[in-house]
């Protein structure tokens, strides 16, 4: 729609950012129509989908520097992290106003996959492709006795598939996926 700017063509993850009517995306088009699987952008918080840059608007986006995609996206409470194939983002509303900073929090650590994730309140759990992951203001390795039985049966080919559950009842996390031997998700 020309009256509302470029909006992304292309997405791979979107959503609403915490506690405000601002619409954001990763990994998408910029206001040209080329696709950046780096780009985070978002809408004009007073005009949900209204994504021109311009004076007076505060809508806008930022390339993210370390990896080459977005990987995924997960909402907490406050803010939102995100994850490229490199490295751990948040991103935080400095204003009312539509303006975020992003930080790197940590390098060398990914997710697994766009879903692996739950959220706990301001906690974020996730999987990686060789441990599990918490975020709690910081980012640390979250104990686990199953470690190497989930991932010394694991088929990395499929990882896309994978998805975690939030069992508030008993303040557990449950990643469901694939084994070494199988293309539909098997084991949890």
């Not at 909402?75 to 009312?96: F, H, P």
């Not at 996959?113 to 203001?137: E, K, L, Q």
Request: hydrophobic fraction near 40%.
């Amino acid at each position: 729609d020309p009256g509302h700017g470029a909006v992304p063509s292309f997405v791979r993850v979107l959503m609403v950012y915490p506690g405000h009517r601002v619409i954001v995306a990763f990994g998408c088009t910029d206001t040209l129509g080329n696709f950046d699987p780096m780009l985070v952008r978002w809408c004009h918080p007073d005009r949900p989908g209204s994504w021109e840059v311009e004076a007076g608007s505060f809508a806008g986006g930022t390339p993210l520097s370390t990896g080459s995609y977005i990987v995924g996206a997960a909402r907490s409470k406050r803010e939102i992290l995100i994850w490229t194939d490199a490295a751990v983002y948040s991103m935080v509303g400095v204003t009312g106003g539509g303006v975020f900073q992003f930080s790197e929090l940590s390098t060398g650590i990914s997710i697994v996959g766009p879903d692996a994730y739950s959220v706990a309140g301001d906690r974020i759990f996730w999987m990686d492709d060789r441990n599990f992951y918490v975020y709690d203001g910081s980012v640390s390795i979250l104990p686990c006795t199953v470690l190497n039985y989930v991932f010394s049966d694991f088929n990395y080919n499929e990882r896309e598939k994978i998805f975690a559950a939030r069992n508030s009842k008993f303040g557990e996390s449950t990643w469901f996926y694939c084994s070494s031997d199988s293309v539909t998700i098997d084991r949890y």
